[in-house]
């Protein structure tokens, strides 16, 4: 079980039969939340290797909350804006890596920003995931695996006590403009 979580907002969106990997978890893209675009229309899509699972629909220059929890085994959620966007059963995947805005073999990568993400090695309800919607700080640290709030101190610290690995590769910063408040 895990929820990752955060504010995510597209500067441009991907051309048709594009994605724009998000959170992808596992070593060759088994699983993830991504934006593609299709028949001219971009949606938010959990899909894995085998399938694809798109919601509602996405624009760019908009600040957008959400949060991927994956409840047992292969159960899937996607919640946007507070509200369940893709209930699925995704491949329950081998790896345990989590990619932020592209995937091992990818050449298409996410243009956008992220901020006040958190990660957690449990599945989050739909109450809690709105509790910490609102807030860069997290409201719940039992489980907590990351947050990205102090990005500029450096801070990559395992919160949960798991000894995960966080591993920093490209330009990480903190974002100014999400809605959510300290």
């Known amino acids: 079980a895990f ?3 955060g504010w995510i907002y ?9 994605y724009y990997p998000v959170f992808i978890r596992g070593s060759s893209f088994d699983s993830g939340f991504q934006f593609f675009t299709t028949g001219g229309v971009t949606r938010f899509d959990l899909g894995d290797r085998l399938v694809d699972n798109t919601g509602s629909t996405a624009s760019s220059d908009t600040w957008y909350h959400v949060a991927w929890v994956r409840e047992s085994g292969i159960v899937d959620k ?15 995947e081998a790896g345990t890596d989590v990619d932020i805005s592209d ?3 990818g050449t298409q990568f996410f243009d956008g920003r992220v901020e006040a993400l958190k990660i957690w090695d449990a599945a989050l309800t739909i109450e809690e995931v709105n509790q910490e919607r609102w807030r860069h700080r997290p409201v719940r640290f039992a489980n907590l695996w990351n947050r990205t709030d102090a990005l500029a101190s450096g801070d990559v610290t395992d919160y949960s006590g798991a000894a995960n690995a966080w591993t920093v590769g490209g330009t990480l910063s903190t974002e100014a403009n999400p809605p959510a408040g300290w």
Do not use: E, K, Q
Not at 10 to 18: I, N, Q, R, T, W
Not at 79 to 92: E, F, K, S
């Open 3 to 5: 929820t990752i979580m």
């Open 10 to 18: 597209l500067v441009s969106l991907p051309a048709g039969g594009a």
């Open 103 to 105: 995937w091992s073999y």
């Open 78 to 92: 996607l919640y946007v804006d507070g509200v369940l966007d893709i209930n699925v059963n995704l491949i329950d």
